[in-house]
């Protein structure tokens, strides 16, 4: 969502501010400005917004005379008010000494607003954020932090905010609730943003604070760190295993094929050290639960949204299938509102690739509540949700910049078949031959991803059948169709195309409708071997004899999918479990060639952020 960046220090703070901004614009934004403490102007301070990109506040910035070395702030995602440049953040109070960035949404605006107004306070915007900047300006005597504290305590919802006052020249007020900031310091000043990538360049170590902490950013790089009652604390530091160069696209046209390229690799990471060959057992240290507290697991819920619920879709069949443990899959926003049934042998398992997710976060608060172990899953280290669940599994993705995930979903469902192989042998389903043959296979995958991309040239053929298309069915049987949920969702959130997934059994209960026999509706169909291959074979010819346009993805070597379509794209063969981590590239980059194919940002999606950090 918003992105939020924060400079004080010896230097000028508009590279920062801007370069870091840069960095944040895969969160997704309609709107961007700054505002800095000008060092000729002791009383008000200077604000420049602008309704569209990061370019076009480079340039309004250029153009003025605005300087200063202690600065906020802000690309924008609307929610409340349209994208304009009055909404734009930073937001001011009326005396223009305060400026205030915020992600998150204010729940109780409405009511603070009209308070606000009654005491002569004047709105210029229609955000939720604007009131926050008032109400610091009503409470405010002389200690700046003091009065955020105080404003904070009327605050209902999620927030993450920076705060400026003319009257502390070198020094920025932040805080937070339910929304990601990430604090840091290097010799020429102290830094804070939403997420790592604006900030990597100038440290790798970093401090987030939690829940309504407040911190206060000095111009010497200390920063002194407060909980919710004013009470102070040393933070903990993290350090941050990638570096800028990976925030950087690195040669490719753009982050999104540099992130599909980047899978073997991913896949690689996250196989390594999983398996004791001296015991032939599965390594998972960071999992607290015994052979017998596995073995006592009555059902699993596995709670996520989006690309993270297809994954979890996949683990589902996996888990079912080799552990025999009943799984539900819930979408996280909806798991609270419906009463689940929680037991003392209930297993949560909630998966966020950023692990700020405000859905999965609420649904992981609820599931502890009940007095579920939950096991959360994410790519990010020092995230909220890793202080949210009793265990954290890290994926091995590393830095995500494209807003459609691409290698945090392979190496979701990679850890998750590797979790359902652990739990599968504690709980004695499986033996240890089995499980070896397994890992082994599973081994094999980085050089099969490697073998898909280098053989694209058939995917971009099939692309080009379908980019005049105005919809797009996909299908598939068993894990097949949990696969082509990723790859409907895939191609509508980058190419902006129609397109649905169904269990392929399911097309002639009422899909079917949808095909065009004169367009020649393309149907995107996951064959591959397995034990539903023939009827999936069988949908297929279904389609086909109503005028469809059939793109397969199917095994190596399989004759009888080239004599129906002549749009067929290979991968290597692998074990019906496995397929859907070799399935998913094909259909990552067929998705990727259409939305280039028809303009589109594949990297910045219309209406689109990378991290949903608001319910």
């Given at each position: 969502m918003c992105g939020i960046v924060g400079f004080t220090g010896t230097i000028d703070a508009r590279e920062f501010l801007l370069d870091g901004l840069s960095r944040l614009e895969y969160r997704g934004y309609d709107s961007a400005g700054i505002a800095l403490v000008q060092s000729d102007e002791a009383s008000e301070l200077g604000i420049i917004r602008v309704k569209g990109k990061i370019a076009d506040l480079r340039e309004a910035v250029a153009e003025s005379d605005l300087s200063g070395n202690c600065g906020i702030g802000h690309t924008r995602w609307a929610t409340h008010g349209i994208p304009s440049e009055a909404n734009a953040h930073p937001h001011r109070d009326c005396s223009g000494?305060?400026?205030?960035?915020?992600?998150?949404?204010?729940?109780?605006?409405?009511?603070?607003?009209?308070?606000?107004?009654?005491?002569?306070?004047?709105?210029?915007?229609?955000?939720?954020?604007?009131?926050?900047?008032?109400?610091?300006?009503?409470?405010?005597?002389?200690?700046?932090?003091?009065?955020?504290?105080?404003?904070?305590?009327?605050?209902?919802?999620?927030?993450?905010?920076?705060?400026?006052?003319?009257?502390?020249?070198?020094?920025?007020?932040?805080?937070?609730?339910?929304?990601?900031?990430?604090?840091?310091?290097y010799e020429n000043g102290a830094l804070v943003a939403s997420d790592i990538p604006a900030i990597i360049e100038y440290t790798r170590d970093v401090i987030y604070i939690g829940d309504r902490d407040m911190a206060v950013l000095h111009s010497d790089g200390t920063i002194d760190c407060y909980d919710a009652t004013g009470v102070a604390f040393a933070p903990k530091t993290h350090?941050?295993?990638?570096?800028?160069?990976?925030?950087?696209?690195?040669?490719?046209?753009?982050?999104?094929?540099?992130?599909?390229?980047?899978?073997?690799?991913?896949?690689?990471?996250?196989?390594?050290?999983?398996?004791?060959?001296?015991?032939?057992?599965?390594?998972?240290?960071?999992?607290?639960?015994?052979?017998?507290?596995?073995?006592?697991?009555?059902?699993?819920?596995?709670?996520?949204?989006?690309?993270?619920y297809h994954a979890?879709?996949?683990?589902?069949?996996?888990?079912?299938?080799?552990?025999?443990?009943?799984?539900?899959?819930?979408?996280?926003?909806?798991?609270?509102?419906?009463?689940?049934?929680?037991?003392?042998?209930?297993?949560?398992?909630?998966?966020?690739?950023?692990?700020?997710?405000?859905?999965?976060?609420?649904?992981?608060?609820?599931?502890?509540?009940?007095g579920a172990h939950v096991i959360a899953m994410t790519n990010v280290v020092g995230s909220r949700i890793t202080q949210e669940a009793q265990t954290v599994l890290y994926i091995k993705a590393n830095l995500e910049i494209a807003v459609a995930a691409t290698k945090s979903f392979l190496a979701q469902v990679a850890l998750l078949t590797l979790l359902a192989l652990h739990i599968a042998q504690q709980r004695g389903m499986l033996s240890k031959e089995q499980v070896s043959e397994i890992y082994a296979e599973m081994q094999m995958l980085p050089e099969q991803i490697e073998w898909i991309l280098a053989n694209s040239?058939?995917?971009?053929?099939?692309?080009?059948?379908?980019?005049?298309?105005?919809?797009?069915?996909?299908?598939?049987?068993?894990?097949?169709?949990?696969?082509?949920?990723?790859?409907?969702?895939?191609?509508?959130?980058?190419?902006?195309?129609?397109?649905?997934?169904?269990?392929?059994?399911?097309?002639?209960?009422?899909?079917?409708?949808?095909?065009?026999?004169?367009?020649?509706?393309?149907?995107?169909?996951?064959?591959?071997?397995?034990?539903?291959?023939?009827?999936?074979?069988?949908?297929?010819?279904?389609?086909?004899?109503?005028?469809?346009?059939?793109?397969?993805?199917?095994?190596?070597?399989?004759?009888?999918?080239?004599?129906?379509t002549n749009l067929v794209i290979t991968i290597p063969p692998i074990s019906e479990f496995l397929s859907p981590i070799t399935a998913s590239v094909p259909l990552q980059l067929f998705a990727r060639a259409i939305a280039i194919a028809r303009g589109c940002d594949v990297d910045q999606p219309r209406n689109l952020a990378k991290s949903v950090t608001v319910e």
């Open positions: 000494s305060i400026a205030v960035v915020h992600n998150g949404i204010i729940e109780n605006y409405a009511q603070l607003r009209s308070e606000l107004i009654a005491k002569g306070h004047e709105f210029l915007s229609q955000t939720d954020t604007e009131v926050v900047a008032h109400l610091i300006e009503e409470l405010y005597s002389g200690d700046l932090l003091a009065a955020v504290r105080a404003t904070t305590a009327q605050l209902s919802g999620s927030f993450a905010l920076a705060v400026l006052h003319a009257s502390y020249p070198d020094t920025i007020v932040v805080t937070r609730n339910d929304s990601p900031l990430v604090l840091g310091s350090h941050v295993q990638w570096d800028l160069e990976s925030a950087q696209r690195g040669g490719y046209p753009d982050f999104m094929l540099k992130e599909i390229n980047e899978q073997p690799r991913v896949i690689r990471d996250t196989l390594a050290g999983r398996f004791d060959s001296a015991t032939g057992e599965l390594v998972f240290d960071e999992l607290p639960l015994t052979a017998e507290e596995l073995a006592a697991i009555d059902r699993i819920y596995i709670v996520a949204c989006g690309t993270s979890g879709l996949i683990g589902k069949s996996i888990i079912e299938a080799w552990a025999r443990v009943p799984v539900e899959v819930e979408v996280a926003s909806e798991f609270r509102y419906r009463n689940p049934i929680i037991t003392p042998g209930t297993l949560v398992l909630a998966i966020t690739q950023s692990g700020e997710t405000a859905d999965t976060l609420e649904a992981v608060r609820l599931a502890r509540k009940a040239d058939q995917i971009e053929r099939c692309a080009q059948e379908c980019v005049d298309a105005t919809t797009a069915l996909f299908i598939g049987r068993g894990v097949g169709a949990t696969t082509c949920f990723e790859g409907a969702l895939k191609l509508k959130e980058i190419s902006y195309l129609h397109a649905e997934a169904f269990p392929a059994g399911e097309i002639k209960h009422g899909p079917i409708a949808l095909i065009d026999t004169e367009k020649g509706t393309p149907v995107i169909a996951v064959a591959t071997q397995s034990m539903t291959r023939e009827k999936t074979l069988s949908n297929i010819e279904e389609v086909l004899a109503r005028g469809a346009k059939v793109v397969a993805i199917a095994t190596l070597g399989d004759e009888r999918i080239h004599e129906m």
